[in-house]
């Protein structure tokens, strides 16, 4: 009887790891050991960056607000204070939004902010 490797399942799992190499370049994405390696450290850098990017977005946000606060007159700090003491509760990714998109109703918060 012949020696049994439990075939199928090696291959499958050899097949999944080379599946997420593909577009890999050179070996990487084609010797087992080295996709193993490569996919690893890909997934961790994917899972690092999850979050990195967030912290990206709202760095963006704060900058966009900031030279639009400046164009209005005031600073992003002093905005951003007077928003609170008027109780005006809109996120940085809307302010941002109405600082590129609608100068009008962002200056209108200026004023709300300047004068809480």
Do not use: C
């Not at 499958?12 to 990487?28: A, E, P």
């Not at 905005?79 to 998109?101: M, P």
């Amino acid at each position: 009887m012949p020696r049994a490797t439990n075939g199928p399942a090696s291959h499958r799992r050899k097949k999944r790891i080379f599946k997420q190499t593909k577009g890999f370049v050179g070996g990487r994405k084609n010797l087992l050991r080295s996709a193993k390696e490569t996919l690893n450290r890909a997934l961790a850098y994917a899972f690092r960056d999850r979050r990195v990017k967030k912290r990206n977005f709202r760095k963006l946000w704060i900058t966009r607000i900031g030279i639009a606060a400046r164009n209005g007159g005031t600073t992003y700090n002093a905005f951003i204070s007077g928003l609170k003491k008027a109780n005006i509760e809109l996120n940085r990714k809307v302010l941002a939004n109405i600082a590129v998109h609608d100068e009008n109703a962002f200056n209108e918060l200026i004023k709300i902010s300047k004068n809480a």
